[in-house]
């Protein structure tokens, strides 16, 4: 199976910062990679397809890069709307696993 | 518009098994393959299983293989989740998502989760 990490596993960050998560697969996965943002008691919510697909409607400060086993999402001045979890989770193949999540909180 | 509508809240004893649906609209049922996701309180998410609608072709997690079924009844565009054997390790909350048809399969569109809790 594929191991998805994700670090941080959390962090505190002001509004305005700039904030870059990292997801690296345990083997190459081309640019199978999603990134998800997951509110509390909410359902998740794609943002970034095909490693650096922008979804429709997710603002431009949002963007995904990477490929073979290195990937990132970065969000380029966050906003309080921003503050969640964000998952990665690779769909080579099967199982289609997820990282651990990082909690992005407010400063 | 798209929806996933999942079946309700479902409390079970440990051994018990659990049938959860997830009834799609708005789109072509069998141009979308659909995966199960569950979240454990405080955890992350946690792939499943997977369905090719078009094909039938299914997959499921090292986790759950052999106590899960997923299936499809196109009649009404619904897809099923079924799980035997239940621990508490199986208390979650339990996503169908709709993969995208890009190349790399993403879940564009979830259900809105069903609590599934098992509990002697």
């Known amino acids: 199976d594929i191991q998805m990490t994700q670090s941080p596993s959390s962090l505190s960050a002001s509004v305005g910062d700039r904030v870059t998560i990292t997801c690296r697969a345990s083997?190459?996965?081309?640019?199978?990679l999603n990134w998800y943002q997951q509110k509390p008691g909410k359902v998740p919510k794609l943002l970034v397809s095909s490693a650096s697909n922008l979804q429709s409607g997710v603002p431009s400060r949002f963007s995904g890069g990477g490929s073979g086993t290195d990937f990132t999402l970065t969000i380029s001045s966050l906003q309080p709307e921003d503050f969640a979890t964000y998952f990665c989770?690779?769909?080579?193949?099967?199982?289609?696993?997820f990282g651990q999540g990082t909690r992005v909180d407010i400063k | 518009q798209i929806q996933l509508v999942q079946s309700e809240s479902e409390m079970r004893k440990p051994g018990a098994s659990v049938q959860v649906s997830c009834k799609a609209s708005g789109y072509s049922f069998t141009s979308h393959g659909i995966s199960w996701v569950r979240q454990a309180p405080g955890q992350g998410l946690e792939w499943l299983a997977w369905?090719?609608?078009?094909?039938?072709?299914?997959e499921y997690s090292d986790n759950v293989q052999g106590r899960a079924s997923i299936s499809a009844d196109t009649s009404t565009g619904t897809v099923y989740l079924e799980l035997r054997s239940l621990t508490s390790d199986d208390t979650a909350v339990y996503y169908c998502?709709?993969?995208?048809?890009?190349?790399?399969?993403?879940?564009?569109?979830w259900g809105q989760g069903t609590l599934v809790t098992v509990s002697s």
């Open positions: 989770q690779h769909s080579f193949t099967a199982p289609r696993t």
């Open positions: 369905m090719s609608i078009y094909s039938g072709y299914k």
């Open positions: 083997r190459p996965i081309s640019i199978y």
């Open positions: 998502a709709r993969e995208e048809l890009g190349a790399t399969s993403a879940f564009d569109y």
